[in-house]
């Protein structure tokens, strides 16, 4: 199958949207150590400093700026264009050096790390990376579905992270259809670990076709969290594919 050009505008669905909406809270931690981004509708970030590690805003913000700044510049190459599952790899691979050789800045010798997912969206699929315990779920027809799977040993220690070693990070990585009504979530484990899938999917139902709706469905997610006693910082992203004209 011949795939689009990267270099021209993408083509969508013309009776179909994209559309966006974050949330993010400290709770009750004194700093915030999550970071999201993106660009154009197309490429969504979500990172989450190491706890236990200094430098964990700087690793979250390195981390995603990198994943986005890889997308952008990426992309021109056909190559990976062609294959998005080698081009997340190529993706976590550039934020992972960038991360990893920040320790040899004076200040930052003890190290630093993050968790990351990154969502890619195409004219009818999606295709998601992460390493960490940051996930990412799909929300179809009332039922949520976590795609992710968390990165952790049996002592709920992590397993895989940005930053730590220079070679042989390998992100998972999912694709799947993108129909109308989809909500993908991206959320770091300050909200994927407190708000089960059948309560995600509750909150998501009405989220409506609107940015503001999906904002106000960010909040009440993160509102849930706090609720269920979630005291980490809390980091949501929606990203949803409307019918136009609704």
Same mark, same amino acid.
């Given at each position: ?132 315990? &940051? ?8 039922? /949520?579905?976590? =795609?992710?799977? %968390?990165?952790?040993? #049996? +002592? $709920? ?49 009405? &989220? ?8 106000? /469905?960010?909040? =009440?997610?993160? %509102?849930?969290?706090? #609720? +269920? $006693? ?17």
């Amino acid at each position: 199958m011949e795939l689009g050009d990267p270099l021209l505008p993408t083509v969508r669905d013309p009776s179909a949207a994209i559309i966006f909406a974050g949330g993010q809270r400290l709770g009750g931690r004194q700093h915030q150590e999550d970071y999201w981004i993106n660009f154009n509708d197309e490429c969504f970030a979500v990172a989450d400093g190491v706890g236990g590690m200094p430098h964990g805003g700087m690793a979250a913000q390195l981390s995603a700026e990198t994943a986005i700044w890889g997308y952008k510049h990426i992309r021109s190459r056909r190559f990976y264009w062609q294959d998005k599952k080698l081009f997340l790899k190529r993706i976590f691979r550039s934020a992972n050096i960038a991360v990893w050789q920040k320790r040899r800045e004076t200040g930052f010798e003890q190290g630093l790390a993050a968790t990351l997912v990154v969502a890619i969206i195409g004219p009818k699929n999606f295709w998601v990376g992460s390493v960490g315990d &940051s996930a990412a779920y799909l929300v179809r027809h009332g039922v /949520a579905t976590k =795609l992710t799977v %968390d990165d952790l040993d #049996e +002592a $709920g220690l992590l397993t895989s992270v940005v930053g730590t070693n220079r070679y042989g990070l390998v992100p998972q990585v999912v694709s799947e259809r993108f129909l109308p009504g989809d909500t993908l979530l991206l959320s770091t484990d300050g909200v994927s670990k407190y708000v089960p899938e059948g309560s995600l999917a509750s909150l998501l139902a009405a &989220s409506g076709d609107t940015t503001a709706s999906l904002t106000q /469905a960010a909040q =009440l997610l993160l %509102d849930a969290a706090q #609720e +269920a $006693g979630s005291s980490d910082n809390l980091t949501a992203c929606l990203i949803k594919k409307v019918v136009r004209g609704r």
